[in-house]
């Protein structure tokens, strides 16, 4: 798999070198050109071994460079990412975050190339963030995201800002392989995957969206057509008998809001949407409320609670964990020289008692350094029979008893 994506890393990089310097810039034009460049060692300890033997160590390196040239009102902005994994075929991957041309007009802005665009205002679920897909074996919070090919086209009105996106081409989710850790019951067998569309990977999705500022409340109504990014995922059986899980990709219609508004200290947040197409139609949502206490004790220290609930009108049938849970979460920002910070999250489900609890850590050290920590807890459920009944709607995180974990990053800026 490493020999198939550093070619193309090597390319993508040359060519955006020499797109950027002679892309049209003039002498009389004040070019910028940056590059900056990110190596980070990880480890993840789990105290148990896998449900399936998996080791208790797993050990991995990213490499992220990130070139971006500026000149008029043009850019080019390029971010392939590469990790290697001691444990996990699947997880020693590659992928192209960022490779685009924009242009900036004074009331209209042209993307053209491979981007990542973020919809939401949630903290535990981001369920309208629907453009990009997710790389599930980068993390489990669904929040890293692949490369998107397309054509994006934002206007800027007295009224708003539109924006329009055609999405060309199709990139299917990444799940863990065999050896992986957070992993599903069965492997998921990419080369099983079939398209309700006929024209699979290579066919065109299509976005729009509408944003706006009101006084306090700050809003984006978005509708859009085209495959899921969120496979169904059905069992089959390879010849050898062995039982994997077949993803398959509906085309759906989604229409989505998602809204926060900021009185003083309190915020508001709601995400929402309706979606046709596999099955029947139903809702999705995550909304709660933020109170930031600034300077708490008369010191520099800031602390938000947060609260939350997560809700998915497929009940039972719903492809994730988290369809009726309750979130809390407690946000600490030291507001020091090493900007550390913190966010610990408990997510329980208050219809079978399975909950979650999770830390996530970050600290600057030096102007080149940084350390990321994560932990995550995953309790109540039985995961006796895990192996060999597959999904039971009372115990939806018992795959996951096994793989409590701690994680430590190490981030060093070139």
Not at 203 to 216: E, F, I, K, N, Q
Not at 362 to 376: D, F, H, I, K, Y
Not at 379 to 398: E, I, R
């Amino acid at each position: 798999m490493i020999q198939r994506w550093i070619p193309l890393f090597a390319v993508a990089l040359t060519c955006g070198l020499v797109a950027a310097e002679g892309g049209g810039a003039t002498p009389s034009e004040d070019a910028r050109t940056t590059f900056d460049f990110e190596l980070a060692p990880q480890i993840r300890h789990f105290p148990q071994t896998g449900f399936q033997g998996q080791d208790r160590t797993q050990l991995s390196v990213s490499f992220t460079p990130e070139y971006q040239r500026e000149w008029g009102r043009q850019s080019l902005r390029v971010v392939p990412f590469l990790r290697l994994d001691s444990m996990d075929d699947e997880r020693t991957h590659g992928d192209l975050r960022e490779l685009f041309w924009s242009y900036v007009a004074d009331l209209w802005e042209l993307d053209v190339g491979v981007l990542k665009v973020f919809w939401g205002v949630t903290e535990f679920k981001h369920v309208v963030d629907i453009i990009n897909q997710t790389d599930r074996v980068e993390n489990i919070d669904d929040e890293d995201k692949l490369g998107q090919p397309m054509v994006h086209l934002s206007l800027v009105r007295d009224f708003g800002i539109f924006d329009v996106f055609v999405l060309t081409g199709f990139r299917e989710r990444t799940f863990p392989g065999t050896d992986g850790r957070l992993r599903l019951p069965l492997v998921v067998d990419d080369r099983e995957t079939e398209y309700e569309s006929g024209a699979g990977r290579a066919r065109t999705d299509a976005a729009v969206r509408w944003s706006h500022l009101v006084g306090p409340l700050e809003f984006g109504v978005a509708h859009f057509h085209g495959t899921s990014r969120e496979p169904r995922l059905f069992e089959t059986t390879r010849p050898n008998g062995e039982r994997v899980l077949a993803p398959f990709y509906d085309v759906i219609d989604q229409t989505s809001i998602d809204a926060q508004a900021i009185f003083g200290q309190w915020a508001g947040k709601l995400e929402l949407y309706s979606r046709s197409g596999q099955g029947e139609r139903f809702t999705a949502a995550a909304f709660g409320f933020e109170r930031t206490f600034v300077g708490v004790f008369d010191s520099r220290v800031d602390l938000g609670l947060v609260t939350e609930y997560l809700f998915d009108g497929r009940g039972d049938d719903a492809p994730t964990i988290l369809e009726h849970d309750i979130a809390l979460g407690l946000r600490v920002t030291l507001n020091d020289p090493s900007d550390t910070n913190g966010l610990f999250g408990w997510i329980i489900d208050h219809k079978t008692g399975e909950y979650i609890l999770s830390l996530e850590g970050t600290r600057r050290v030096g102007t080149r350094w940084q350390a990321n920590l994560e932990v995550r807890v995953f309790q109540g459920a039985h995961s006796t029979s895990v192996l060999n009944s597959g999904f039971d709607p009372d115990n939806k995180s018992a795959f996951l008893q096994s793989d409590d974990y701690i994680q430590l990053e190490i981030v060093r800026f070139f």
